[in-house]
């Protein structure tokens, strides 16, 4: 497919994971991509590469002009940078609060912020952010990340009704757990990780992780001027997890 042919993306995070591929898909559909993310150094052309720290206004800004002049415009944000957390509400505290609220959230609300004067220009704007099924379904062991998924979800439905008629659409992907280098950090450090990636791939209906190639696609789906009357809108990429209710084998 050559659906973004001639269209310029912006992917944070894009350095890695999701980002990557996502990245990767929409260059070989004929996009100009450029990758924004703490560590650029392992980006390949065509993909171009900026360092950038969602946390800092100043370094986002700095970053998105770069790239955008680069470009020579913006059609596309995916809004990708995240990081993980664990726990109960008991098991993080105050800062570590902060801290995740302030990557998963604000950090989507910096780079939007930075991107949308940009966008305003382009006749096939659209902005995807990545967020998670733990927006919609109660995960164990996820009190702080889900708390920022759920605002990501609430946040991606306001910023699609703000900036309708601005031409501008924004739709969120719910991936369920995905085979990404933060999964297998995670798996690394379970006493029994053979047992604990059987447990994740048990509880899709599919049986399996999602694939981060998969991912990809579903945000392309969502970036694609090939949607255009698709906006505030999040697609589950879960395996069946958040829709589907599965007898056990043999009933």
Same mark, same amino acid.
């Given at each position: 497919?050559? *659906? ?22 929409? /260059? ?8 924004? %993310?703490? %560590? !650029? ?14 946390? &800092? *206004? ?32 008991? =098991?993080? =505290? =105050? ?6 609220? &302030?990557?998963?959230?604000? @950090? ?8 949308? !004067?940009?966008?305003? $220009? ?17 995960? #164990? ?20 009704? =703000? ?11 719910? !991936?369920?757990?995905? %085979? ?11 006493? *029994? #990780?053979? +047992? $604990?990636?059987?447990?994740? $791939?048990?509880?899709? #209906?599919? @049986?399996?992780?999602?694939? /981060? &190639?998969?991912? +990809? ?7 694609? #001027? ?11 990429? &879960? ?13």
């Amino acid at each position: 497919m050559s *659906d973004f042919e001639g269209l310029k993306a912006l992917v944070t995070g894009g350095a890695s994971g999701l980002g990557r591929a996502t990245a990767e898909l929409l /260059a070989a559909r004929g996009a100009q991509v450029a990758v924004l %993310d703490l %560590d !650029p150094s392992s980006v390949e052309k065509p993909l171009l590469a900026y360092r950038a720290d969602v946390t &800092d *206004d100043a370094s986002v800004r700095t970053a998105v002009a770069a790239a955008v002049a680069e470009l020579g415009g913006l059609d596309v944000l995916v809004n990708n940078a995240g990081i993980g957390a664990q726990g109960s509400v008991e =098991d993080n =505290d =105050d800062e570590e609060w902060h801290r995740v609220l &302030d990557v998963n959230v604000v @950090g989507m609300v910096r780079v939007a912020r930075a991107a949308l !004067p940009h966008l305003r $220009e382009s006749a096939y704007a659209a902005i995807v952010n990545t967020c998670s099924i733990a927006a919609t379904a109660g995960l #164990p062991q996820r009190a702080l990340y889900s708390a920022t998924k759920g605002a990501v979800y609430s946040l991606t439905l306001a910023m699609a009704a =703000d900036h309708v008629r601005e031409g501008i659409r924004v739709n969120c992907v719910n !991936p369920g757990t995905a %085979d990404t280098p933060w999964i297998g950090r995670l798996l690394a450090k379970a006493p *029994d #990780p053979a +047992a $604990e990636r059987a447990a994740l $791939e048990a509880r899709q #209906p599919t @049986g399996r992780l999602v694939s /981060a &190639d998969e991912v +990809a696609g579903a945000i392309a789906y969502l970036a694609s #001027p090939l949607s255009g009357a698709t906006t505030g809108t999040s697609l589950a990429v &879960d395996g069946g997890m958040q829709g589907l209710r599965l007898r056990p084998v043999g009933q």
